[in-house]
């Protein structure tokens, strides 16, 4: 399963979210996240209608739905927390942020960047923490992000290859919105998490 995720930590693959929602089906996950006409293309034709955008891409592995987001934007929103009971996910921001998510029954278990030991506000207990850890001190993979990847694709009992993104999939685009001038400038990952309705703390280092 290793090298199913070697894309994960990719200079092909700079920034994105993949996200996995476990009970529901791709078309209903397109629902709730949003992304215009949905159509089966593969990644190159993607690119060709609408590489001027932010592309979502939404597939199924072993019962769970998953939305790959090559904008690199968190796309939990409150309604799809309420209607899936697990959702897992691994961000790789532009700014060099990564962040792992866990939620269970709309709980936020867990959310950290892999590797640097950086939390954020989660009521636990926590899973893929230790397993990235474990990962990394067994030298299975020297890249958190494939880690973190592996990690999530022995939580959800599947993996998605790079293959499987670069085949058709259900997709559609988020249409860029200007900022407003004078708006604040945050980063990707706090832009993300307060799209998810996560409450932003300092993050916490391990000690």
Known sequence: MD?????????RFP???LTFIRGMTPAAVAQVVGGGDLRMLTAVQALELHGDHEIVRFGAVAGWA???????????????RSRSPEIVQLFHGGDGTNIVNRVVEGR???????GVDIRYPAEGPPLLRPRVRQLLAGATTGSSLVAAAVAIGEVVG???SE??????LLTGVVRRVPARPGAPVISPALRSMLVAGEVIDPPRRDT
């Open 3 to 11: 090298s199913d995720w070697a894309w994960a930590g990719s200079d």
């Open 158 to 160: 599947a993996s998605v």
């Open 66 to 80: 998953f939305c790959y987001d090559s904008g690199s934007t968190l796309r939990v929103m409150p309604d799809l």
């Open 108 to 114: 936020t278990t867990e959310s950290f960047e892999p």
């Open 163 to 168: 293959d499987d993104l670069d085949g058709a």
């Open 15 to 17: 920034g994105y979210c």
